[in-house]
């Protein structure tokens, strides 16, 4: 994972310290008063407690972007295929409490507690999970879009939904084929997934768009987690449960297991769920929190160019955003 260099604070107790505030969302920056009278220890607790700018956030996520874009096709596959067969822990762990909860009210609200275990694993695995990439992927992209970025762009996202489904699949049938669940466990399954039976690809399509920004969001706020890392998946995953989002390789975990019981066929499968999720995640992840995140750095770099009186293009910051490695 990429990390930022600990910005540099002076020894001087009374001279200006410049640190990054956690709500600039460009150049503006706060000083540390003269007259506070603070130690050097101190000065350096004032600038460890400060949480990273909007713009070094960014750069952290556009340079492990980078890196996922150079990353060689078979390291893509398979480090995709395990986070696929480990997604397949979620579905198992709501399933597992499930069988030990009454039929009341309540009982989702405990069941889908294990709903972020399998992103838990994966996030926190750096296994490759196609929903990051909706963000972290596309930036580099964002700030130099040429050919061969978008290249890069479409054969990542080819290999790790490729590789995310066929490590779903996989488990899938072993959950349908008896070898993982008991016969309990599976009626339970089948109830719990029961709407998506009946769920229309439209109202798919609608699900996945917050799934999607959930996810970017994740990524988005991972640099700034200070060791929460636990708590922000868990929590952000577990609402992506609770709302019922669509999240194209969770949910084709669970489709890919009413289709393996024979209860809906593989074309209902891939039109009504995996290919509107899937539209609906790129919605949400790149459509709405990645143009956004990167777009507010653009404006912002226009209007300190315009504040210096520099007559350019509201473009991006060439060394910051796109210099040739």
């Known amino acids: 994972m990429c990390r930022w260099r600990s910005r540099e604070i002076s020894s ?44 070094v956030v960014h750069e952290v996520v556009r340079l492990q972007g980078e890196e996922e874009l150079d990353r060689p096709a078979l390291a893509l596959l398979l480090s995709a295929f395990a986070a696929g067969l480990a997604i397949n822990l979620s579905l198992m762990s709501e399933l597992f409490l499930r069988s030990h909860l009454p039929d009341t009210r309540w009982a989702p609200l405990v069941y889908l507690l294990g709903y972020p275990v399998g992103y838990l694993i994966v996030i926190l695995g750096r296994l490759q999970l196609f929903t990051e990439s909706t963000i972290t992927a596309v930036l580099p992209v964002a700030a130099k879009p040429r050919m061969a970025n978008l290249t890069k762009l ?12 066929a490590g779903v699949f996989l488990v899938s049938a072993l959950m349908a084929g008896e070898v993982i669940l008991s016969e309990a466990q599976r009626s339970f399954a089948v109830d719990i997934l029961g709407k998506l039976e009946v769920q229309t690809a439209a109202k798919t399509l609608t699900l996945g768009i917050p799934a999607g920004f959930i996810m970017a969001a994740i990524a988005w706020i991972l640099p700034n987690s200070r060791g929460s890392e636990f708590w922000i998946i868990c929590t952000l995953t577990y609402i992506i449960g609770l709302g019922n989002f669509s999240h194209v390789v969770t949910g084709s975990s669970q489709v890919s297991f009413l289709w393996m019981s024979g209860r809906m066929t593989f074309l209902e499968m891939a039109l009504e769920f995996i290919l509107p999720a899937l539209a609906g995640n790129i919605i949400g992840g790149t459509g709405l929190f990645a143009v956004l995140a990167h777009g507010q750095l653009r404006v912002d770099d226009f209007n300190e160019k315009a504040e210096a009186g520099e007559d350019t293009p509201m473009v991006g910051r060439g060394a910051g955003y796109g210099a040739e490695r």
């Open 154 to 165: 479409g054969r990542l996202w080819a290999c790790v939904l490729a590789a995310n489904l």
């Open 12 to 55: 001087d107790p009374r001279s200006e310290q410049r640190t990054s505030t956690g709500s600039s969302t460009g150049g503006e920056t706060r000083t540390t008063d003269p007259d506070a009278d603070l130690t050097p220890e101190e000065a350096r607790g004032v600038e460890d407690r400060s949480a990273g700018s909007t713009r």
